[in-house]
């Protein structure tokens, strides 16, 4: 089985950056689609960015030129470099693996922008 484990979240102040990381584990190999997802108190969770398993990436509207999601598979973990962050970026953070056809997610870091 796999299991996912994301950690890097906290409080920042508006412009400034984190790094959250998410590291695979268990019965996971090859190159496998990735993503990030957030979920604000009240609101739907939404896709951050998407790396397909061909590398091709897409991120939200909301984030692009400020966000990077990056890789290496050879630790099985995923980033997010995250920029020139803002207050409604809050939100807990959880990333996903599609691997044989199932979804897995991780347990969600919070991130909080506030001055």
């Known amino acids: 089985q796999v299991q996912l484990v994301e950690s890097g979240g906290g409080l920042v102040q508006p412009g400034g950056s984190l790094r959250l990381s998410c590291a695979a584990t268990?019965?996971?190999?090859?190159?496998?689609?990735m993503g990030w997802y957030r979920q604000a108190p009240g609101k739907q969770r939404e896709y951050v960015a998407i790396m397909s398993s061909g590398g091709t990436i897409n991120y939200a509207d909301s984030v692009k030129g400020r966000f990077t999601i990056s890789r290496d598979n050879a630790k099985n973990a995923v980033y997010l470099r995250m920029n020139s962050l803002k207050p409604e970026d809050t939100a807990v953070y959880y990333c996903n693996v599609i691997f044989r056809m199932t979804v897995y997610w991780g347990q969600g870091t919070q991130v909080t922008v506030s001055s």
């Open positions: 268990g019965s996971i190999s090859g190159i496998n689609p």
